[in-house]
């Protein structure tokens, strides 16, 4: 039974990893989910009212497969200073990067976060973005890694969005280990872990392998401690250097490995086999400078999906947009346009795990986003500047008119 027709589009569907044209279509929604969707003359009989949408195109709404979004102060001198000549590797060596943001998170109290939090989340879902995921990893410790993910789970009772939490007690270490990683692995594991899933405040887990990060002797125990918790994982992978942590994660089912600028081939076939999304990252590799490229065309040839996320946080991503990321993605990693919009909608799905959602079929959640385009590969086209989203809807309810 519908409850609602929309008409006055074409639909940019997303199914099969495609567009998925349909011109002058309608759309059919019951409760939260798309009952019917197909070309308007093919529309079944129905006395559901009809909301025409008046032109333009819907797509699935946008999903955001990767953010640190939840963070304290600002890393603005850091930016200076690596354009004056430092690296990235040294600064964080020298106690800034991450540590700098670590210090202002824990100094900072769950309303403060919350409150730059709910600005740069505003950012993104104007622009149709209906599904954020969110990582800790600024606390790294108990307390503070809680409380960031607590954050986190609020802004999704703020906010017309669905929110995915992600613990990244393994992110870096902390000045209190100094020296002594394997011992914070071993908090990460017996304290965090438990009282993070104990709490429910996680929907997965992740980890930075890297020198700069942690190796993957010292993932693996996270992992191991993960899983028997029922968790799933995904990994900052392969991002500076070749830590073979893609084959890692993909032993353990991984969800995702993400940014993958340094890896090989046998990581490639590692993920393909284990049906490992890859989340490309154009944003840190475009402000860190980088010239190394990820294997996008081993990643084609095994059939790899690729995601695309903003991997918004204050250090190597201040990039509060995920439109600008499909255009980062098209002029740096070469993607196509449709691979970027597969990559921020179907493929992003997947490297959440949200099978509901990401394509616009019967029996998905209706979330959709009405575009002021003329064609799909606008979205991926302008840089800025434009406002592009004319309408959200989520779980078939109207949540805004932009
Ligand atoms: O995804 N690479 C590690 N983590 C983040 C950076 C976090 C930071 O520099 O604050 C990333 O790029
Ligand atoms: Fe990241």
Known sequence: MFEKIYTGFHAATMSDGRYGVIEDAALAVAGERIEWIGPRRELPASDAPVVDLGGGWITPGLIDCHTHLVFGGDRVDEFEQRLLGADYAEIARRGGGILSTVRATRAASESELLGSALKRIDGLLAEGVTTVE????????????????????????????????????????????????????GLVCEQMLPAVAEQGLADAVDAFCETVGFNTAQVERVFRKAR???????????????????????????????????????????????????????????????????????????GVPMALATDLNPGTSPVNSLLNTLNLACTLFRMTPEEALTGATCHAARALGLADR?????????????????????????????????????????????
């Not at 979205?379 to 309408?391: P, T, V």
């Open 134 to 185: 969110i990582k800790s990893g600024y606390g790294l410790d108990v307390e503070n890694e809680l409380k960031m993910l607590r954050v986190a789970r609020e802004l999704e009772r703020q906010r017309p969005v669905t929110i995915r939490t992600t613990f990244l007690g393994a992110h870096a270490l902390p000045p209190e280990y100094k020296d002594r990683a394997d011992d914070y692995i």
């Open 228 to 302: 028997g918790l029922d968790l799933p994982v995904k990994l900052h992978a392969e991002q500076l250097s070749n830590q073979h942590g893609t084959e890692l994660a993909a032993r353990f089912g991984a969800l995702s490995a993400d940014h993958l600028e340094y890896l090989d081939e046998a990581g490639v076939e590692a993920m393909a086999e284990s049906g490992t999304v890859a989340v490309l990252l154009p944003g840190a590799f475009y402000i860190l400078c980088e010239t190394r490229l990820p294997p996008m065309e081993a990643l084609r040839r095994h």
């Open 358 to 402: 990401g394509v616009l079929a019967p029996g998905k959640r209706a979330d959709f986003v009405l575009w002021d385009i003329a064609q799909p590969p606008e979205l991926a086209y302008w840089l800025g500047g434009r406002r592009l989203c004319r309408k959200v809807i989520r779980a078939g309810e109207e949540i805004a008119s932009c």
